[in-house]
């Protein structure tokens, strides 16, 4: 671990430094860096034993959600504790539980902020959502006999083959896991190589399926009519150098028929995204409250939308997969019955993707002209509708068989 502290502690300027430099820090977050640094707030105490979960960004807090729902179901009093590593994330936990729910950020991995945290918390267990290991937290979680879970788990061949390069120590990390439950038998087999004992292993569906129909508390996207009903694509979270390549296929489509909506994953990307609209001289808005079809094509500078747009949309396309990212989430678009395209890079979400392509719901595309010729083609598919459904279906209930094997450690 000395390799390790020692990079951390070289490392450390320049993470306070980056996060000055976010967009979206703001003075209000400036009283918070004492979280990242393993301070407690004094209202986060607890008289008992938390149930700890972390959960990094928007996505991760959304899982953990149903875990929570579920464990106030059977343990009714139990105190849970929630950490986040984005201010979105943060923002994402107040807006489901404003203050019935304690957290907080996520210290830094050193070891002197990792163990004020847990000198303060005390945690019962520790619960990680998807993939987020960080060494000091994991090891002194295990000096200190607190169990330790990682649940909905993905470790690709990419991010597999990366842990490979330090072997020892990062097998040493894995075996401290006390149970992981992955997203497929492949995730299962890289946690094995990656050092996770065999007995603490298994796979389940995504925790993601059972949140994988449409919600009723959404946003209503109101259209202004143009002359004719247009077809409505929506291109969600998608990343730099990836709206360039939609826009062209938009533009080879050449179809005034079509409308096409561009999601950036990260907000505060639109002013550069606006940027590449007016320099390929298309007409476009800004989302603001409502989508006015006469544009050719709509931009979206705002959080949280991205069902609200999938429940007006005909077709869509999932970002992360143009660039070597690994995928999105497919699931929100899965659960609105509709044609789905992405690019190649899907290795996120493997066993999803593999699983949406043998039920045709989702097609991958290699270049602009392919793509432009796939929404050309585009029929209304009632028969879609019906296998995203079944396929919804037969996938629902990980979240209780998750919650059973957890209950070992959480009633320890």
């Known amino acids: 671990m000395f390799f390790y502290n020692l990079f951390l502690y070289v490392l450390f300027p320049f993470a306070i430094l980056r996060l000055f430099s976010k967009k979206e820090f703001n003075l209000s977050e400036v009283s918070r860096i004492k979280e990242r640094l393993g301070k407690v707030n004094p209202e986060n105490s607890f008289t008992e034993k938390p149930i700890w979960i972390h959960a990094v960004s928007v996505g991760e807090v959304k899982v953990a959600s149903l875990l929570v729902k579920e464990i106030k179901k059977r343990h009714p009093n139990s105190k849970i504790f929630l950490t986040v590593s984005t201010l979105t994330g943060s923002r994402q936990i107040n807006k489901l539980y404003g203050n019935d729910l304690a957290h907080q950020y996520l210290p830094y991995d050193l070891n002197i902020f990792v163990k004020r945290f847990l000198s303060s918390i005390k945690p019962k267990c520790l619960i990680l959502i998807e993939t987020e290991i960080w060494p000091n937290l994991v090891n002194n979680c295990f000096k200190q006999k607190i169990p330790i879970a990682l649940l909905n788990g993905r470790l690709s061949e990419k991010s597999l083959k990366k842990y490979l390069r330090f072997k020892t120590f990062f097998k040493k990390i894995f075996s401290q896991l006390n149970l992981v439950i992955s997203q497929s038998q492949k995730d299962l087999d890289n946690f094995v190589i990656a050092g996770v004992n065999p007995q603490n292993v298994f796979s389940d569906h995504s925790l993601k399926f059972s949140d994988s129909f449409p919600s009723n508390d ?11 009903e ?7 979270s998608t990343h730099p150098r990836e709206e360039i390549f939609l826009i062209n296929a938009y533009k080879k489509l050449n179809d005034p028929n079509f409308h096409l909506v561009l999601i950036p994953r990260h907000p505060h990307r639109s002013g550069e995204v606006q940027k590449i609209l007016e320099d390929n001289k298309v007409s476009h808005q800004k989302f603001s409250n409502a989508l006015d079809l006469s544009y050719e094509i709509t931009l979206v500078d705002k959080m949280g939308l991205v069902e609200s747009f999938f429940r007006i949309a005909d077709i869509a396309f999932i970002g992360g997969t143009l660039i070597p990212h690994g995928g999105q989430n497919f ?65 629902q209930g990980s979240v209780e068989r998750s919650i059973e094997k957890l209950l070992p450690l959480i009633e320890a």
Do not use: M
């Open 218 to 228: 959404l946003r209503k996207i109101e259209k202004i009519e143009d002359k004719k």
């Open 230 to 236: 247009k077809k409505i694509i929506v291109c969600a």
């Open 331 to 395: 699931l929100e678009a899965v659960k609105h019955g509709l044609p789905i395209y992405s690019g190649a890079s899907t290795y996120n979400f493997s066993g999803i993707v593999e699983d949406l392509q043998s039920h045709k719901i989702l097609n991958i595309i290699e270049t602009e002209s392919d793509l432009a010729l796939a929404w050309g083609n585009f029929t209304y598919n009632s028969d879609l509708k019906n296998r995203s459904n079944d396929y919804l279906l037969s996938r």
